[in-house]
DNA sequence: CATAATACTATACAGAAGAATAGTTGTCAA
DNA sequence: TTGACAACTATTCTTCTGTATAGTATTATG
């Protein structure tokens, strides 16, 4: 990215300021009055800003600024399900308990959901209330680490597909694998999506 | 919070919609124009949104909403730092190396930066790669992980301050606990913060 | 049953806001 | 030294925008 000069760094800094205090972009002249300037001489820094590749300008409309990395293509929420039904398609309204913005960097996929972990059985890889996000997908690597819906209940285990069944692991040694033959699994056994991220709070 | 109505829904979905695509909210005049109906039908809805606790407004402003929980307080720019430095202030503009938007729920206290670990001292609670959020504190309690400055390097380590010196021990037994005579402690050793969260991608 | 809230139309107004015109002054690199 | 860029002033124009006035019809709800 070019080089900003000294007032082109404070009048972003200024943008990113007010954008996060109030929740919307400032006008031309609101930043023009906090710098004792005319609006012309604002709207020639914004320009500036927007050459330079630091923000976006949408021509005409009032608070037409959305600052580049910091947009909305940066946050996206992602809803945190509560019990997971079976049957029910997936992100329902009934089941989201909540959202939580998360960086998009983060969110591999365009279907992606949180789940709070309860047991062990991933230890120590995954510990219970570690919040895993998940990408949906019907299918997952051998290995994998899944979400799966075993009847009516969702577990995380990594995730053996072969020829004489599936196989559902926990990296937690104390944890029996649980098997399934293909008529079993085809019937009880369904991958929600694959777990692409652990956040845990200390 | 009150129920809404079937249109207040809608209208309020639309503008959750319009903010995440475009970064600003919408006009009184944009809601109205996208369900085809008069600027002042359109005020009204808002009104009645406000008036439920769903959205904050500014009077006069253009573009003046606000979403509540999805305002600007949800979301907090935490920066990444690179390589810390000794002596340096610790958030100065050259150590950060980008941000990162969290949701305000994971950061607790308002010093906070993210850090890329890389070796596996603290395996398998923290594994190389993972991005570890830490909040700043000159003092932890005993056996908290910190993120510690060792002369000029900053590793992720449990710290034990005693009577008799300072213990730095990782979670891997096969890393042997450094120690540190109060006074080699009060010297070499800084610690930075504490470590609160860990976000692993898979 | 009455009253409040919902969900609108139609028109109008004043201030807000982006942008345009027409300059000035200073800096900095080719 | 010359031209591009930076950083402004001052004014004007038109459109945008929130809000107000004055209604109407429908739907809840106590």
Redesign the pocket.
Known sequence: MKTL????QAVLAFVEDFFQQQGYPP????VAAH???????A???LS?LK?KGYLH?E??????LTLVGRGPEAVVEVPILGQIAAGQPLLATQQVEDTLPLPRSWVRGDEVFLLRVSGDSMAPLILPGDLVMVRVQPRVDRGDIAVVLIYDEATVKRVYEEAGGLVLKGDNPSFTPLRFSPAEAAELVQILGKVVGVYRAL
């Open positions: 000069t000294a007032k082109q006008t031309v002249r609101e710098f004792g300037i005319q609006p012309r001489a709207a020639d820094h500036a050459r300008r021509p005409g409309r009032s608070r037409g």
